[in-house]
RNA sequence: GCGGAUGUGGCGGAAUAGGCAGACGCAGCAGACUCAAAAUCUGCCGGUGGUGACAUCGUAUGGGUUCGACUCCCUUCAUCCGCACCA
């Protein structure tokens, strides 16, 4: 017979049960867990079932740990700021605090349907005011400490979203968040020296147990290189210029100089004859947006006419401008080498500049040269250095420089500063205010927040002012250190000012006299599994790695490092392509949990994959997941009350069972997690088909084992057996290795590595037997032949290799 | 260009201190139940040959190591991702 379970009936059920009997209570007695899911941004899109896959993920593995005994914190909260709700406004005129509003409740009732243990007395919301306080707060102590600066510089701009934007947010030459080409804008703007964590953003990367793609993502974009910076005078002038070059050792090849068309002493080094062809380039390179800058691989350049001295050769070398140098990496100049560089050999094949090879691959002479080489290699052509190795030369020659005092080894990264101002109105107002007297000066602590104030028009000006700058009588304003008038900043913060410091905030939301208490802190943090997409690698991921460090060095926190564990979930794909409204491929939960349950799409979020990789999604799949639980509910129902005594067999079985759902779940394979569910659940069928019953210590196990996957109908299931309390009250079961072992095991019997039968052997049989055994079994396809070799692996294999 | 990941049936995917490839599920086929359908249950389900027990090939490609390779080493190809003139 099969009885049928209503999901929708027992789903409604049990929500409301945990709605008076929280899941996750406070107990002070137990050790504290932090699961924490990349808080969302609510758009007004809503869920797919790509977004339920790292939900369901990180409460599977809140509720694991909280059958653990683990007291967990599991929190949610919304990255409310940000362009779409702004965009909203200005073309619909509803304030973005009204959207962003409407989108949270959306949010927040489809996030419902997952049922994951969220504490929601702990939600946090970056726009409302008595957050971002802090988030105003953290950016004056870095003011006080010097760390966040102003300067006027070309930076990112965004034409489309009419902001500057961080190095960060430009991909591939374009806006992360528009697609459209980024160009270059001389403003004013507010930077984070995120620069001064370079070393400990990079060293410290060794201690996480983070996935190796991630660590060496921001390995790369912190880019740190060792090398030198040289001294070359200028031929006629009281000056000189700085390089940074990574191979002192072929300074003696250095036949040329570029400096980047932005580089300070363009002007003055430009002699009048060159003064039109540089002037022209200069422009021409100011106008190419970061795309064509990329795309052009064409070297390009202009002579400036002037020369300066190679300090080891004493030769005079022509300085050139051209834009394959950066102005914003190392000095903005580099010296040339042409023989052992690629870059400069082009230029120098398109200019008709000299080419002195200085490092010689192999023994012989070098004819002609028609390629760079870059590797080691013995000196040439380098003075006192030559004969000794390239690699030894680096070091020499960087120690030389500094005895002479014409040079010193340094290192360089590729990591910038951070443009942390914007030019857009929904973001948190940056907390300074600009006097005559005193300059920049920060709002005084009492006085933040500095809110946002409501305007006319959210329409970004273009300018590089912010709408902010509208609003005179929010801008005059009065310097709170000399009390002459004065004017508010009018840029706001970029969107991850937020999401930088949130996760502090949850173990202490309602905090109002610090931004978190220093035992609570201590209690919680820092996080111990942090659940995400991979999109933020470099982004969110080393911004709030920045301020942890940062917070831990004025004294907030005693860790430094936000997140212990990091777990980044593959996408879901439809038809190949990632699942997104714009591309219209989503997959809506509704008509899911309505037809199969909640229970049957988390179960079937895991089975579709391996979690830290992309899946493709296909709805038929859950028909699987939802037989499954139909036949755990036949199981047990039809046993409920069963008092059988387990066998020996069944107790083997059940201590399998425990173990292979525990060992996969503690490794993330929650693919086949699911998979084990459903070949024990065969076994368990089958075994009870033929003893008559399953004994109710096995049902138990099998219960609270499914709990956090499946809660409703775990705690649906516990109920069935008579039990009063909740399953996740339960502590999860344990198995015993010596209760596992199958008494008679199978063995496969090969000749010459292939299998040819199979035998069944004892534990107590030992070599011998078990090898006289499988002879006889194929006793007739080796007749005639001789044996060479006898392979015996116990619990594994037996071979037989004949001639 | 550099770096990384991936490649197994019609499909999603199992299996790595080297040891019976295809677990589990989807789809499909056949049967049972039914007036019928759905649901459920049972069986089959990589290719080729054979009525058949069986033989043979088979984990992107070609080679190597080994008694034995999806797993280790080398070659090539394809797809995806990251970085991209960082001196």
Redesign the pocket.
């Given at each position: 017979m099969?009885i049928?379970y209503n999901h929708e009936k027992v789903e409604k059920k049990w929500r409301k049960y945990w709605e008076e009997n929280p899941v996750n209570q406070e107990d002070p007695s137990k050790p504290k867990y932090y699961c924490l899911d990349m808080f969302p941004y609510p758009s007004g899109s809503g869920l797919h079932v790509g977004h339920w896959r790292g939900y369901v993920l990180s409460d599977v593995w809140s509720r694991y740990k909280v059958l653990q005994g683990y007291q967990v914190l599991h929190p949610m909260g919304w990255d409310a700021f940000g362009l779409p709700a702004e965009n909203d406004a200005i073309q619909k005129g509803i304030h973005p605090e009204v959207g962003t509003a409407r989108n949270i409740a959306t949010f927040k009732r489809q996030l419902h349907e997952i049922s994951a243990i969220y504490d929601w007395d702990r939600e946090i919301n970056t726009t409302d005011p008595e957050y971002y306080k802090w988030t105003q707060w953290i950016f004056v102590q870095m003011f006080k400490k010097g760390l966040a600066y102003e300067k006027e510089m070309p930076i990112n701009w965004c034409p489309s979203c009419k902001t500057g934007l961080a190095n960060e947010e430009v991909?591939?030459g374009s806006c992360e968040r528009c697609g459209s080409g980024v160009t270059k804008k001389n403003l004013r703007q507010w930077m984070l020296k995120i620069t001064a964590y370079a070393d400990r953003l990079l060293e410290d990367l060794d201690q996480l147990d983070w996935p190796e793609?991630v660590k060496?993502?921001q390995r790369?974009?912190i880019?740190k290189?060792y090398?030198a910076e040289v001294d070359f005078t200028i031929e006629g002038m009281d000056k000189s210029i700085k390089v940074?070059?990574?191979?002192p050792d072929t300074l003696y090849g250095a036949t040329f100089m570029v400096l980047?068309p932005e580089h300070a002493m363009v002007k003055e080094l430009t002699t009048e004859g060159q003064k039109e062809v540089v002037e022209q380039y200069v422009q021409t390179a100011s106008m190419k947006s970061s795309v064509d800058?990329?795309a052009?691989?064409e070297?390009t350049g202009a002579f400036t006419g002037s020369y300066a001295i190679n300090p080891l050769t004493q030769k005079p070398i022509p300085i050139w401008i051209a834009?394959?140098?950066?102005a914003d990496?190392?000095t903005?100049a580099?010296m040339c080498v042409p023989a052992h560089?690629e870059?400069d050999f082009e230029f120098a094949k398109k200019f008709n500049l000299s080419i002195t090879p200085v490092i010689q691959k192999e023994e012989g002479d070098i004819q002609e040269i028609t390629e760079p080489y870059t590797g080691e290699g013995k000196m040439i052509n380098s003075g006192q250095f030559n004969g000794i190795s390239s690699e030894e030369a680096k070091e020499v020659i960087a120690t030389y420089l500094e005895e002479q005092q014409i040079g010193k080894k340094t290192v360089?990264y590729?990591l910038r500063d951070w443009v942390f101002s914007r030019q857009r109105y929904w973001g948190e107002p940056i907390p300074i205010i600009h006097c005559e007297k005193c300059g920049a000066t920060p709002v005084p602590e009492h006085q933040l927040p500095v809110t946002l104030p409501e305007v006319e028009s959210y329409e970004p000006t273009g300018t590089g002012e912010s709408p902010l700058a509208a609003i005179s009588d929010w801008v005059l304003t009065t310097c709170p250190r000399c009390g002459e008038p004065a004017r508010r900043e009018t840029n706001t913060m970029p969107q991850w000012a937020g999401s930088s410091w949130y996760y502090l905030r949850y173990v202490d939301p309602y905090n109002e006299k610090e931004i978190i208490d220093k035992d609570k802190a201590k209690e919680w943090l820092p996080v111990d599994m942090y659940v995400g997409g991979i999109e933020h690698a470099?982004l969110h991921l080393l911004y709030v790695r920045f301020y942890t460090k940062f917070l831990y060095d004025i004294g907030v926190i005693d860790f430094e490092e936000p997140f212990t564990f990091l777990f980044n979930q593959g996408m879901i794909t439809k038809d190949g392509i990632k699942m997104s409204k714009s591309k219209g491929n989503v997959v809506s939960p509704d008509d899911l949990v309505n037809r199969y349950g909640c229970d049957s799409l988390r179960m079937y979020e895991l089975?579709?994959?391996?979690p830290e990789?992309?899946?493709?999604w296909?709805d038929?799949?859950i028909?699987?997941?939802y037989?499954?639980i139909?036949?755990v509910w036949n199981l047990i129902a039809e046993n409920a009350t069963s008092k059988k005594e387990a066998t020996e067999e069944m107790e083997r079985l059940r201590h399998q069972m425990i173990y292979e759902i525990t060992t996969r779940l503690d490794q993330f394979?929650l693919?086949?997690v699911?998979?084990g569910f459903?070949?024990y659940t065969?076994k368990l069928i089958d075994l009870a088909k033929k003893e008559g019953g399953i004994d109710p210590e096995t049902m138990d196990a099998l219960i609270i084992l499914l709990a956090p996957f499946t809660p409703h109908i775990a705690e649906e299931f516990w109920e069935m057996r008579g039990h009063k309390n909740s399953v996740f009250e339960q502590t999860w079961p344990i198995y015993d290795e010596e209760k596992m072992k199958e008494d008679r095991i199978?063995?496969?019997v090969?000749i010459?590595?292939?299998?040819?039968d199979?035998i069944t052997v004892g534990l107590e049989e030992d070599k011998e037997e078990v090898l006289s055994k499988a002879k006889t079994a194929i006793a007739d396809r080796i007749q005639g032949k001789t044996i060479v070799?006898e392979?015996y692996?116990p619990n594994?294999?037996i071979?037989i290799?004949v001639k």
């Open positions: 099969c049928k991909v591939n793609k060496k993502m790369d974009w880019g290189s090398g940074f070059t990574t191979r980047a800058r990329m052009d691989k070297k834009d394959y140098v950066l990496y190392g903005g580099i560089d870059r360089s590729k470099v089975f579709v994959g391996p990789l992309d899946s493709e296909d038929r799949g028909e699987g997941v037989r499954f139909n036949k394979n693919n086949t699911v998979s459903m070949e065969n199978e063995m496969a090969q010459n590595g292939k299998v040819r199979t070799k392979i692996v594994k294999i071979n290799v």
